[in-house]
């Protein structure tokens, strides 16, 4: 598990969109601490979390097919696609 950890922490100071984020690290709080924010932190923990743990380590490994996967599954959902948006323009006000 640290490993799983560790490529998640190298993906989020590696990637320049994960960057803009965690500038806005208290804003992207709030957002996932709202009642959208619980219910997608509800979806992607589903099973264990195995889909998100398995995307932040292909992605920490260069491979964005699983994360792309993971996406595809969110933007499904009503609440996750609300989520998403609002994560997406918040990377874009960073």
Do not use: F, H, R
């Amino acid at each position: 598990m640290p490993s799983e950890y560790a490529d998640l922490a190298k993906m989020l100071l590696t990637n320049p969109s994960a960057g803009k984020m965690l500038k806005n690290l208290d804003k992207v709080s709030a957002l996932l601490n709202s009642p959208e924010g619980k219910a997608l932190l509800t979806q992607l923990s589903a099973g264990g979390g195995d889909a998100l743990k398995k995307a932040a380590a292909d992605a920490a490994a260069g491979n964005k097919d699983s994360g792309k996967a993971l996406l595809s599954s969110l933007m499904s959902d009503p609440e996750g696609a609300s989520l998403i948006s609002k994560v997406v323009s918040l990377a874009k006000e960073g």
